[in-house]
């Protein structure tokens, strides 16, 4: 019986571990002697004690993993670097100008603005991304959970949003900050004189009646 359960093993090892979680250990070390693939015998023994490791995920593997990982994060750094210039700039020649908010400052409100927009548009990125048919990595669970697959998804994720963050600059290109933000402030200048003359005619033809007595 236990050499026609081999068999069926051999035709179909994905039943391996399935079957050998309800084995005793004698019946696990007599059937595994009975297979000639030693990777189900060892899934088999392996229930005993410990689970066997995960086989090394292969450096292809692992390129795709970094990959996959930080396709995304492209976009995320992009989006974040280009609503907070636009943004920045945007709060900089006005409420800065009005405010007396320094140029720091604006940034900040900036990039405060572009983090929540950032939450509602992190779905949003992932399935765009998800769209561009990157081949999958096809490591599976356990391998996933390794530490050379662990540091390679955080290095994509590192290079990924570098990237992107890069690529969201190209908005200074056509910002001139230190232009838009001098006209600003002349005009609220000008603005500023025209309240002060008005306020000074205004007093002056109230003046008036008086110097005459």
């Known amino acids: ?22 084995m005793s250990e004698s019946t696990r070390s007599e059937l595994a002697t009975c297979l000639v693939e030693p990777h189900i015998a060892q899934s088999l023994q392996g229930h005993g004690t410990d689970e066997t490791a995960p086989p090394p995920p292969s450096q292809k593997a692992l390129w795709r993993l970094a990959v996959a990982r930080g396709v995304p994060f492209v976009g995320f750094g992009f989006m974040d670097n280009l609503v ?25 409100l900036g990039n405060a603005i572009s983090d929540v927009l950032g939450v509602g548009l992190g779905g949003l990125i992932e399935r765009y991304a998800e769209r561009l048919g990157m081949p999958p990595h096809q490591l599976s669970q356990s391998q996933l959970k390794t530490r050379e697959a662990q540091l390679w998804a955080s290095a994509g994720n590192a290079v990924g949003v570098f990237i992107g ?3 969201g ?14 006209a600003a402030l002349k005009e609220l200048q000008e603005f500023d004189r025209q309240g002060l003359a008005e306020g000074q005619a205004r007093g002056g033809g109230l003046d008036a009646p008086e110097g005459s007595q």
Do not use: W, Y
């Not at 179909?12 to 399935?18: E, I, Q, S, Y």
């Open 165 to 167: 963050c890069i690529l």
């Open 84 to 108: 907070m210039i636009l943004t920045g700039d945007a709060i900089d020649v006005t409420l800065g100008v009005r405010l007396h908010l320094s140029t720091m400052a604006a940034a900040g």
């Open 169 to 182: 600059l190209f908005p200074l290109a056509f910002i001139d900050g230190d232009a838009h933000k001098a």
């Open 1 to 22: 019986m236990l050499r026609q359960l081999a068999q069926v093993l051999h035709e179909n090892d994905g039943v391996a571990d399935r079957i050998a979680k309800n």
